[in-house]
């Protein structure tokens, strides 16, 4: 019997691996990587589909730290988010992706990343995040920020651009329309960012790569 070679998921391989070669390259190269149009369309427009189901109230609203002061919050953040648990399908997608995209991080540029975590975001217009970093250099964790867009046809006249600085000193950053299937990485602890006011409903997943914090810690001098 002939063998059987399903083409198309052969060319989706190819296609995958090409762009997480290129993500791992531009980590590697600068720290971070903006890639358009590099979550394959088809997760994409499942992630869509998913995310602009969800109601208003399974949305949680977003909250900084232990202690969760609503005003400062409002301050900060105001956008509506839903961490992903994998009960649906197109999140069972995103993790299986997310999880591929870890081991190819952890096998060119040996990072030791050891988990993953991430939630749907809405950003409603006039929503906003402030100049933020994902994590504190010499803490361990959050490694690896990663976040997608599922916005179709955004213009530049929406707003809600992702501005990421190059280090505290940076005071004009790079601009980044969030739209479809535009995937951005960069290190947590290395890139502050924030997210302008939004004119439209903006949807977007954040996720971030950990290390072994039971190790890291054992390893550690303890605080
Ligand atoms: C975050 C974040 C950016 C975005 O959730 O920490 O920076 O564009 N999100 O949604
Ligand atoms: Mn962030």
Redesign the pocket.
């Known amino acids: 019997m002939e063998a059987i070679i399903d083409l198309d998921a052969e060319i989706a391989k190819a296609a995958e691996d090409a762009a997480f070669s290129l993500i791992g390259n531009d980590l590697l190269g600068k720290g971070y990587s903006v890639r358009v149009n590099s979550l394959p369309h088809s997760l994409a427009d499942l992630l869509n589909e998913r995310v602009v189901s969800i109601s208003d109230s399974s949305f949680q609203t977003a909250a900084i730290g232990p202690a969760q002061n609503t005003m400062q919050n409002n301050f900060v953040r105001s956008?509506k988010?839903k961490w992903i648990t994998g009960d649906s399908d197109a999140s069972i997608q995103w993790l299986s992706w997310a999880e591929r995209l870890q081991v190819h991080l952890n096998r060119s540029l040996f990072l030791g990343l050891f988990s993953f975590e991430s939630?749907y975001?809405h950003?409603q217009p006039g929503d906003f995040?402030k100049r933020?970093y994902?994590a504190f250099r010499g803490k361990v964790g959050r490694t690896v920020?990663i976040?997608v867009?599922l916005n179709t046809n955004w213009l530049p006249t929406d707003g809600g651009e992702?501005v990421i600085y190059n280090g505290d000193d940076d005071k004009k950053g790079l601009k980044v329309m969030?739209s479809y299937a535009t995937v951005?990485v960069f290190l947590s602890s290395e890139y502050p960012?924030?997210?302008l006011r939004t004119n439209r409903d903006r949807y977007?997943i954040?996720g971030w790569f950990s290390t072994n914090t039971s190790i890291a810690s054992r390893v550690d001098p303890p605080e």
């Open positions: 956008q988010l939630h975001a950003y995040y933020h994902d920020s976040v867009y992702l969030p951005v960012h924030e997210v977007s954040a």
